[in-house]
């Protein structure tokens, strides 16, 4: 079919530029496509064209391993399909869906896409009062979870379809039901590519998280830009390690690989461990590796030469990764990991792309669909400000709003751009280079402080895990800059140490720069293990006259 032709002409397009930026940013657009079911149009005609090929590889620690091929997996969500649409299941109803890596979760995607229903994926990690909160203002129709899940919902759903993908419970149907069902499919009708498809709870690290709503376009074929970005080939085996239910797990563990035609692999682990993680790269011949900064910052800590992996390209997102592990990495394996950029309202728009200069603690340069902008607080364009898309025309991988939230749509996607509340700074070649969110750069004797920039050098330190630099008030100065510091094994806090870490910082950095004020201390995370750092700015909002908590220390002092 056109649309069909149309998609597969896109990608095709950033396959033959995958190492020419230049031509894919001057060639690629995004398919004009009315109408276009990516499971349907998409997936399924790839398992036609490739039966045998592995869709998806799931090992768990004990060495157990299930393979699924693109043939299989498309007869598997065929029958999905026609089970919900059995139990009640319609076009337009929202799905809240909280499994970890097991194959259902990817059959419950595509059927799921194939009805035209909208999924509201979850992490198994949130509470009961979270998932009333979810259940409520998501509107929510039916319920998919395994046995571990269904105690959160007791006094929950209790008109909602609810289906557990292992064991049995009162008022749950098995989703064993499914095995028995008809594998051939017909769609209820055309979809419409405005139809929705994704419902999303932002991460909430400074408010209550927002419902961010994509199309059945905007996911699925948007992520072009994220296929282009990892360098994903035809074949090619690709980890993602996120967990299930955030916006990256969609991202790298589905439409990006599979719009690639690649095989998405899972090592399932109870805690994460950096020596398996290793041995799992090099038993199973991972060709591709996207994971988040803490987990590179994990395996730097292990002699990476010991371990001869196959990687043929190494990926970060999430948050910015520091120059350090980046080279740390490239010294030891000869690989150098390619940041990418983007938030749950989008897919990839900014990243290093395969072939290209990398500049160390670069975000890179604009992804092909996407005209990226830095506008200063008035919206004039500038070499550093906030970074924004331009809005005319509309890139096809930006959400459709937030759901429910009319007035926060118009600020936001109302006017000629998309804002996205981080700050970065342009050089002459192009590239990006991320200061901070917005509400994290600070002030300090009239100078711009950059969180960011600090905690790259922070890690540097042989002592320094992780960092995370907020302000701290000063009467003097405003604010000044204080960083909380996770430390490695084998170190300990104390005085001589905070002084050599605060020394090692203030000889890479301008005077003003200087980090004057250090505690040695948990960081509050996000249950997607982002920093909080609003809950540390509030932390330094107190008297200055405060007792001085344990292990906190300031260049006074030292």
Same mark, same amino acid.
């Given at each position: ?7 597969? +002409? +896109? ?64 007869? #598997? ?59 409520? =203002? ?51 009708? !055309? ?48 980890? $993602? ?32 461990? +950096? ?15 996207? !994971? ?29 990764? $520091? ?14 990991? =390619? ?128 960092? !995370? ?36 910082? !203030? ?38 006259? #405060? ?6 220390? #300031?260049?006074?002092?030292?």
């Amino acid at each position: 079919m056109a649309s069909t032709d149309a998609f597969l +002409a +896109a990608r095709d397009l950033l396959f033959d530029a995958r190492t020419d930026y230049e031509r894919a940013c001057r060639e690629f657009a995004w398919p004009d496509m009315p109408e276009f079911n990516w499971a349907l149009d998409f997936f399924d005609v790839q398992a036609a064209a490739a039966p045998e090929r592995l869709a998806l590889w799931l090992v768990q620690e004990d060495g157990a391993e299930q393979r699924v091929t693109y043939a299989q997996m498309r007869e #598997r969500s065929d029958r999905v399909a026609n089970f919900l649409r059995a139990l009640g299941v319609a076009r337009g109803d929202r799905l809240l869906v909280m499994l970890p890596n097991v194959a259902p979760l990817w059959e419950v995607t595509l059927a799921a896409i194939k009805l035209g229903a909208v999924l509201c994926p979850t992490t198994t990690l949130l509470s009961t009062a979270d998932l009333g909160d979810r259940l409520e =203002r998501g509107r929510i129709r039916c319920v998919i979870t395994d046995a571990d899940g269904t105690a959160k919902f007791d006094g929950l759903a209790q008109q909602c379809i609810r289906v557990t993908v292992s064991g049995q419970r009162e008022g749950w149907t098995p989703y064993a039901q499914a095995d028995a069902t008809p594998a051939a499919f017909a769609a209820d009708g !055309a979809t419409r590519r405005e139809d929705p498809l994704l419902l999303y709870f932002t991460s909430g690290t400074t408010a209550k998280p927002k419902m961010v709503l994509h199309t059945q376009q905007s996911y699925p074929v948007g992520h072009l830009s994220t296929m282009y970005w990892i360098g994903l080939k035809p074949g090619g085996v690709h980890w $993602n390690i996120s967990s299930a239910g955030w916006a990256k797990h969609a991202w790298s563990c589905v439409f990006a690989p599979w719009n690639a035609g690649a095989t998405v692999f899972v090592f399932n682990q109870a805690r994460f461990d +950096a020596r398996r993680t290793l041995d799992a790269l090099v038993r199973h011949k991972v060709t591709t590796l996207c !994971a988040p900064p803490t987990v590179w910052r994990a395996l730097i800590l292990e002699d990476l030469k010991a371990w001869p992996v196959a990687l043929e390209e190494a990926l970060s997102a999430g948050e910015p990764l $520091n120059p350090e592990v980046i080279e740390r990495v490239r010294h030891a394996r000869g690989l150098t990991i =390619r940041d990418g950029y983007g938030q749950t309202e989008t897919t990839c728009i900014v990243a290093n792309s395969p072939g290209q200069p990398v500049k160390a603690g670069s975000m890179g340069r604009p992804m092909p669909g996407y005209h990226v902008m830095l506008l200063d607080p008035e919206g004039r364009e500038a070499e550093t400000g906030e970074v924004a898309l331009a809005l005319r025309p509309r890139p096809l991988g930006l959400m459709a709003g937030y759901a429910g939230d009319e007035a926060r749509n118009r600020e936001v996607l109302g006017g000629s751009h998309y804002r996205t509340s981080d700050v970065a700074s342009r050089d002459e070649n192009g590239y990006l280079w991320y200061i901070g969110r917005a509400d994290d750069v600070f002030k300090s004797s009239d100078y711009r402080i950059s969180p960011f920039e600090l905690e790259s050098v922070l890690i540097e330190h042989e002592a320094v895990a992780e960092a !995370a630099v907020v302000p701290s008030p000063d009467a003097r100065r405003l604010a000044v800059p204080k960083a909380f510091v996770i430390l490695r094994p084998g170190f300990k806090p104390g005085p001589e140490l905070a002084r050599s870490i605060l020394a090692f910082v !203030a000889q890479r950095v301008a005077p003003y720069q200087k980090i004057r004020r250090i505690e040695f201390a948990d960081l509050p995370k996000t249950i997607s293990g982002k920093i909080r750092r609003v809950e540390l700015r509030a932390l330094e909002g107190e008297p200055a006259e #405060r007792p001085r908590r344990a292990d906190e220390y #300031r260049e006074e002092d030292l």
